[in-house]
């Protein structure tokens, strides 16, 4: 059974830029949830998709976006990157949707770097 | 309200000796515990997790103990391994979302 997979793995982008991440969740599982990982910071909640239908979102500006397609794959989307913008950005699987209903299932993770 | 505080920051002990993570919450509503493994390169792991009808789980030699009164919840890695190097991530959730310490990074030397 295939994991979930997030591309691209490594990406450099400079202030100002745009930038989509993309994630395909394992196979069956309809909820996919975004993090941020920075070092000192952990990991932070950007928001949550089930069903084409975003279910949550975490405490992130408007420039931090998302959507979830019918098979459902789901894609982050940046505009107007800033420096702090660097970081790990997790997309985590799961058969149900909510924080508390079993096992998140993450990918290896994109990292970006804004210069 | 929603914040999850872990400690330590990084940890090092020795081959056979025991590792203790703390992690300490304010939200009385969290009513779902787990502890996530991330090494290097990879995507976190759920490792072990608990709720908050039982005091203790253990599996094999990962134990979390959790204390409601005091809102506080621990993970004890025993016999601890080089292979147990890794950083170990706490969490609290309830039906909205799951909040994620700030990570302890654990090094175990031989």
């Known amino acids: 059974k295939a994991g979930v997979t997030q591309t691209p793995r490594y990406l450099i982008k400079t202030r100002g830029q745009q930038v989509t991440l993309s994630c395909s969740p394992i196979?069956?599982?309809?909820?996919v949830s975004w993090y941020q990982q920075t070092p000192g910071q952990g990991l932070q909640f950007l928001f949550e998709y089930f069903s084409e239908t975003q279910r949550n979102k975490g405490n992130f500006p408007g420039r931090f976006s998302g959507r979830q397609f019918s098979n459902s794959r789901s894609e982050m989307n940046v505009s107007t990157l800033e420096l702090g913008d660097s970081a790990l950005y997790l997309c985590?699987?799961?058969?149900?949707?909510?924080?508390?209903?079993?096992?998140?299932?993450f990918g290896e993770g994109s990292r970006l770097t804004v210069l | 309200q929603q914040q999850v505080k872990q400690s330590p920051q990084s940890l090092i002990v020795q081959k056979g000796g025991i590792s203790i993570i703390n992690c300490a919450y304010e939200?009385?509503?969290?009513?779902?515990f787990p502890w996530y493994q991330q090494f290097p390169g990879k995507g976190p792991a759920l490792l072990i997790a608990?709720?908050?009808?039982?005091s203790e789980k253990k599996e094999g030699r990962f134990t979390i103990s959790f204390n409601k009164s005091a809102k506080q919840f621990s993970l004890h890695i025993m016999d601890s391994q080089p292979g147990d190097s890794a950083t170990y991530f706490c969490a609290a959730s309830d039906t909205d979302k799951l909040i994620f310490g700030t990570g302890t990074r654990l090094q175990v030397f031989p």
């Open positions: 608990i709720r908050p009808d039982v």
């Open positions: 985590a699987s799961s058969l149900i949707p909510g924080g508390n209903t079993g096992e998140l299932f």
């Open positions: 196979s069956g599982h309809r909820s």
């Open positions: 939200n009385t509503a969290f009513d779902y």
